[in-house]
């Protein structure tokens, strides 16, 4: 019975190769309308076959995403079609291979984005990935709820290097804005100013030293004496533990609470930045994290207050401290 399973098995993923075969090694950049609807037509028979026995053609899937190094858009396309059926860690970090890999003009990047910025909040590195979407020429797409204001290429970076932790975004950024000479170094640069963390000031200190004045002195005003928020004078509106609650099921996915509160009190970082202390920035960077990951026009907006916050929430404490150094992570 065990060699006959393993004859039915070779049979499956002989079929499928010979399926992917026919099917893929080719760019849909390249392909005029006509083209790409009967692509699709063979693309769905490819999904259908192995939807109608994943638990044998998934391992053969597997290994042709493995073999087929020079096909990016079929790894791209196939490791989407793993995942529909697995989504383990081992599969999500293939994503990232095989996304980072693809040529973006193959591909709809309003599709592309969302996954790679969802795995990062995960706590995945998927600056590769990040790399890949700022060395294209021009990644841009729109969404319908938002009109006129693209997702371009500084959001798209805010959206996967944001949402990361930042002990793992800050090293890729610095690397990438000690390049000379890109369409994205002031991109990256904001970005890394922007972790506002003890590791990111002091690489960008260290970038300030390669870069010309009045360059440097602005990078290094931005890094070490950012813009504040002015606490509430008198009682704030929001309590603290009103922020815990609502900052907590933001993260969770459940932003209506956060929403309310943002309503109600329009200028409610006042109270943020008076009731919280430096044991609350996990939960605010997490927060910020969550913003980035949404990939709309309006998350720079939204990851810029957070990092005020942060930013005098950490002045605060060490007013209060003077011992204190550097920004807590």
């Not at 791209?76 to 995942?83: D, K």
């Not at 319908?144 to 932790?165: C, N, T, Y």
Request: net charge neutral; with cysteine; proline share 6%.
């Amino acid at each position: 019975m065990m060699l006959g399973a393993a004859s039915v098995n070779a049979g499956g993923c002989d079929d499928l190769k010979a399926l992917i075969d026919r099917t893929y090694n080719f760019k849909p950049s390249k392909l005029t309308a006509a083209q790409i609807d009967a692509k699709s037509m063979q693309l769905d028979v490819v999904w259908n076959k192995v939807g109608s026995n994943p638990k044998e053609l998934l391992p053969c899937l597997r290994s042709e995403i493995d073999l087929r190094k020079s096909d990016t858009f079929f790894r791209f396309n196939a490791s989407n079609l793993l995942f529909k059926y697995d989504q383990s860690l081992d599969t999500k970090k293939l994503m990232i291979e095989t996304y980072s890999g693809a040529d973006l003009a193959d591909i709809n990047l309003r599709f592309w984005l969302p996954y790679m910025a969802q795995f990062g909040l995960e706590g995945l590195d998927v600056s590769k990935a990040g790399e890949s979407w700022l060395r294209f020429p021009k990644p841009m797409y729109y969404l319908p709820e938002h009109g006129l204001r693209p997702v371009d290429k500084s959001v798209g970076a805010l959206a996967i290097f944001g949402s990361m932790d930042e002990s793992i975004a800050t090293p890729a950024l610095a690397r990438l804005a000690a390049e000379d000479g890109t369409d994205f170094r002031s991109i990256v640069i904001w970005l890394l100013v922007n972790q506002a963390t003890t590791e990111s000031q002091s690489e960008a200190k260290k970038l300030a030293a390669t870069l010309p004045q009045p360059l440097a002195d602005r990078l290094i005003q931005d890094a070490t004496a950012p813009k504040l928020i002015e606490p509430r004078a008198d009682r704030p509106k929001t309590s603290r533990d009103q922020f815990i609650k609502a900052l907590t099921s933001l993260i969770a996915g459940k932003p209506e609470q956060w929403v309310k509160l943002t309503v109600e009190v329009p200028d409610g970082e006042k109270d943020l930045v008076a009731v919280f202390t430096d044991a609350d920035l996990p939960l605010v960077r997490k927060a910020r994290r969550r913003y980035a990951a949404n990939a709309t026009p309006h998350s720079p907006e939204w990851y810029s207050s957070f990092t005020q916050v942060i930013n005098t929430i950490v002045a605060k404490s060490k007013a209060m401290d003077p011992q204190k150094n550097g920004s807590p992570n």
